[in-house]
């Protein structure tokens, strides 16, 4: 792996007494955000707990935006794609 390979990556590390240990570790505990710049790790933000640091690390999902009702294509006479022709009276009325 070349070195600027983990440049951008972004952790959460707890603050808190003792080494770093697993995010999972004391998940009440405020976090630093911290930011490799290629040479060592940067910290650009501190959050309340480990729920809010993985808010910031996995956003949700837009949510998918439902077609409104005039958006939607006009259907013809019948019921469905394979209808039965109609009869010539019935086209020209």
């Given at each position: 792996m070349r070195k600027d390979a983990a440049k951008g990556r972004r952790r959460a590390?707890?603050?808190g007494d003792g080494p770093h240990?697993?995010?999972?570790v004391d998940p009440g505990a405020p976090r630093a955000i911290e930011e490799w710049n290629g040479t060592e790790w940067a910290?650009?933000?501190v959050v309340e707990n480990l729920a809010a640091a993985?808010?910031?690390?996995?956003p949700p999902p837009p949510e998918?935006?439902?077609?409104?009702?005039w958006d939607r294509p006009l259907l013809g006479k019948g019921r469905?794609?394979?209808r039965?022709?109609?009869?010539?009276d019935e086209r020209d009325a």
């Open positions: 590390v707890p603050l240990r697993g995010f999972h910290v650009i933000g993985r808010v910031l690390f996995y998918p935006e439902k077609p409104t009702e469905g794609r394979h039965k022709p109609s009869s010539a």
